[in-house]
């Protein structure tokens, strides 16, 4: 297929706009591929050290794909890591897949699927993780690494196989859900005959901020969801908790993380009867301020004697898990009513660390008798290594695909 | 932004699909094109062609039963009609590239026949030759497949006015083959396919009470497990049939028709086989599911000369998406036939969506790769 000059979505949306604008929006066009992508507050770098959407200041939307593999061959891995990487740095800087949606060969379906077509980058990221299972498919068990473990059942677990696991996963978040719905859909076109989707999460309503200075989001109980993360911004932090260093175990992964992703269903009716008291006790937060017990701030360090023993941020703050930090960026999710007329709405969990026993594993233990337990169940899991970011020429993965591209 | 690609999209369709835009001149009246077969002489009412698609009726003057070809100025076959009698007239389309070429008459069906010469120019000259053999090939299989499935279904509608349940039963999937393999091309007769294949969700109330076809006969045999009053549903089954079968040549069929067409094959696979939609009663998906996608194959098998010249890529991702479907669909034979689909497990239907959806991606651009 011959190459065309790729049409920007930015710029559609310019020649849509101010007539006045229009003849920048032109030159915008022209040159869309070789804009430096920090020149738009609107595009987030796909290329870097890490993988953007794990620092990244969350946005507020979320698509989020678990994929299974359907073939045993990773030199075919590769090769759709490779089509998966040069679509995703064209989607996130605001360019549709391939030759695009339009204007292609009139005959062939088009490359880009066109939802997003005059719509901002919208600081779409996309972030690309590997199962344990991916490894045991393709033979590399022995470059599976150590930190990447299976979750253990956690009491109260009640966990769907149909919304659970997956060898690939594919996290899209931004400020529009059809940017990110757009990009997961294309993502998975490309894949067919490779990969197939296993199941599928749409999110809204970041929960977590992973920006100090903004406000702190509140999740669908209505508390503020995210006061103590891991700020972005903080690189000791990160660098301590979030990004695997070189010396941690498998060399592929250095500059990569570690991700859980749990669907936690929320019994919205009963915790909606359940009175202010009870409900800031069973946080350890007012609802209100998001302050803990005996302060007046939300920011004040919390004093965790002053809480419930079973309260759900002492229980979940690292000084009861030997220090145990995770970056979080959930999302609230509402898939309409679940046949019995409750809300199917909860939280969607993704966090993020350098090791999954040191962190998702040790909280989420330590989480066996919280009261909060009575008014959530966790009903999805999975876990994936985050590899490093790509550099430019490269591709995902390919610290442990290169081999067999 | 929107009208430009559209009106784009119009003026390609008439430059790549060549031979849809020759047989749309409304100046050459397809009706007025003959060729007059008697013992002795092979008539040609026109013998100054414009490059595409034409319909010609045949016509049997004569006292033997006769055949007519077609040839390309290679002198190789481009499509034919044998058997026809006496009296009787057949039209059939052809799609004529430009050059000096031939159409014979065969009184007797024997020996070279009477050959007359004719000219054909214009557009339709760069038309690949062998494209032009695999869109009358593919002629020649959708003739196969539709007489197979009138025969078929000749033999079921037979059981059923008989009574016997068990062996509609087990003719019916069969009778279905032949319309499955072909059902872009067999849909495409807007009055015929609800009379004959019309599910009954998709029926108003109104419509439930006029429900004619092989459905209809379907439910009456698996849900009543009688058909009893079914008599004219049946015969009206065999009529509709008939009636495709005398038209179907009427269809005007491109490369990028025919692509489409395979690519239609698997999207009915994909929304309607998959769900078990399709035979809600019998549960007999899985044969429809086989009949749809070899037909598809034979519609990437006649073109891929062409795709594994024009993209290598695509006929090998295609070689192996249909191979991994066939192997998908070979699990769940039984016999001659496949197993009920309501015993196919989640795990299992879900491996087959997969397998269609890596073939149905790939397919959809097979009709740009020989356009």
């Known amino acids: 297929m011959a190459s065309r000059p790729r049409l920007s979505r930015r710029a559609l949306l310019g020649a849509g706009g101010a007539g006045v604008l229009a003849g920048a929006a032109g030159l915008l066009a022209a040159r869309a591929g070789d804009e430096p992508a920090h020149a738009d507050p609107g595009v987030v770098a796909f290329h870097g050290p890490h993988q953007a959407g794990i620092a990244t200041p969350v946005q507020d939307r979320l698509h989020f794909a678990a994929f299974d593999l359907t073939t045993d061959d990773p030199a075919r891995v590769a090769a759709l890591l490779r089509a998966w990487t040069e679509a995703a740095a064209a989607m996130t800087r605001g360019a549709p897949v391939g030759d695009g949606a339009v204007d292609g060969v009139p005959l062939a379906p088009p490359d880009d699927t066109g939802e997003a077509l005059g719509l901002p980058a919208s600081r779409l990221t996309l972030t690309v993780g590997f199962g344990p299972s991916l490894f045991t498919k393709l033979g590399l068990e022995d470059q599976r690494p150590k930190a990447l473990v299976d979750l253990p059942h956690f009491p109260g677990d009640n966990l769907d196989t149909a919304r659970s696991g997956g060898d690939l996963c594919v996290q899209a978040c931004a400020d529009d859900p059809q940017v990110a719905v757009h990009a997961v859909r294309n993502l998975a076109r490309i894949g067919f005959g490779t990969v197939s989707v296993r199941w599928s999460q749409l999110g809204f309503g970041k929960t977590s901020s992973t920006t100090p200075d903004s406000q702190t989001p509140r999740n669908m109980m209505g508390f503020k969801d995210g006061t103590a993360n891991i700020p972005g911004t903080d690189a000791g932090l990160l660098d301590a908790h979030v990004w695997v260093a070189a010396g941690d175990g498998a060399a592929w992964m250095a500059g990569g993380s570690y991700l859980v992703a749990r669907r936690i269903r929320m019994h919205i009716e009963t915790w909606d009867r359940t009175s202010l008291t009870e409900q800031e006790q069973v946080i350890g937060r007012s609802k209100g301020e998001g302050a803990g017990p005996g302060r007046s701030r939300e920011h004040d360090p919390v004093i965790l004697a002053k809480m419930a023993p079973d309260a759900h941020v002492r229980l979940a703050h690292p000084d009861s898990n030997a220090g145990a930090r995770l970056l979080r960026r959930g999302y609230s999710f509402t898939d309409g009513t679940d046949g019995l007329g409750r809300l199917d709405a909860g939280l969607f969990f993704l966090a993020y660390q350098r090791d999954v026993s040191e962190g998702f594993v040790k909280v989420q233990s330590n989480l066996r008798t919280d009261r909060l337990n009575e008014y959530i169940q966790h009903v999805g899991s999975g876990v994936y290594a985050i590899p490093p970011g790509v550099r430019e020429g490269g591709f995902w993965g390919d610290t442990l695909f290169a081999k067999f591209a | ?371």
């Not at chain 2, 068990?166 to 003719?171: H, I, S, V, W």
């Open chain 2, 1 to 371: 932004m929107r009208s430009l690609p559209l009106l784009a999209l119009t003026g390609a369709v008439c430059v790549s699909a060549l031979t849809a835009c020759g047989g749309s001149d409304p100046a050459a009246d397809p009706a007025a094109l003959t060729v007059v077969s008697t013992d002795t002489a092979c008539e040609v009412s026109q013998k100054d062609l414009a490059a595409g698609s034409h319909t010609f009726t045949l016509v049997n003057k004569g006292s033997k039963v006769t055949e007519v070809y077609f040839y390309a100025p290679d002198g190789k076959t481009l499509s034919e009609k044998e058997n026809i009698g006496p009296g009787t007239s057949y039209d059939i389309t052809v799609t004529l590239p430009a050059g000096d070429q031939q159409i014979g008459c065969k009184p007797g069906m024997v020996g070279d026949g009477i050959r007359q010469d004719v000219k054909v120019s214009g557009a339709a000259a760069a038309l690949d030759p062998r494209l032009v053999k695999a869109v009358a090939d593919y002629r020649l299989f959708i003739d196969a497949q539709v007489a197979d499935t009138v025969t078929k279904s000749e033999a079921f509608v037979a059981a059923v006015k008989s009574g016997d349940v068990a062996k509609a039963k087990e003719l019916y999937a069969g009778s279905r083959f032949g319309w499955e393999s072909v059902e872009p091309v067999a849909e495409s007769f807007g009055d015929l396919d609800p009379k004959i294949d019309a599910r009954e969700a998709d029926l108003t109330d109104e419509e439930k009470a006029a429900w004619t076809g092989w459905h209809r006969l379907e439910k009456a045999l698996w849900t009543d497990g009688s058909v009893k009053g079914q008599e004219e549903t049946a015969e009206q089954l065999i009529t509709d049939l008939k009636d495709l079968q005398s038209r179907v040549h009427t269809v005007d069929i491109t490369p990028a028709s025919m692509a489409n067409g395979a690519k239609e094959l698997l999207d009915e696979v994909a929304t309607g086989k998959i769900t078990g939609e399709e035979e809600a009663f019998s549960h007999t998906d899985l044969v429809d599911f086989k009949a749809n996608v070899d037909g598809a194959f034979k519609v990437y098998e006649l073109l891929s000369p062409v795709v594994k010249e024009k993209d290598a890529a695509l006929a090998g991702t295609l070689d192996t998406a249909f191979a991994d479907v066939f192997t998908a669909l070979k699990k769940h034979e039984k016999g001659d036939s496949y197993v009920s689909y309501d015993t196919v497990g989640a795990a299992d239907r879900k491996t087959l969506t997969d397998v269609v959806n890596a073939l149905g991606e790939p397919l959809s651009k097979l009709a740009a790769a020989v356009a």
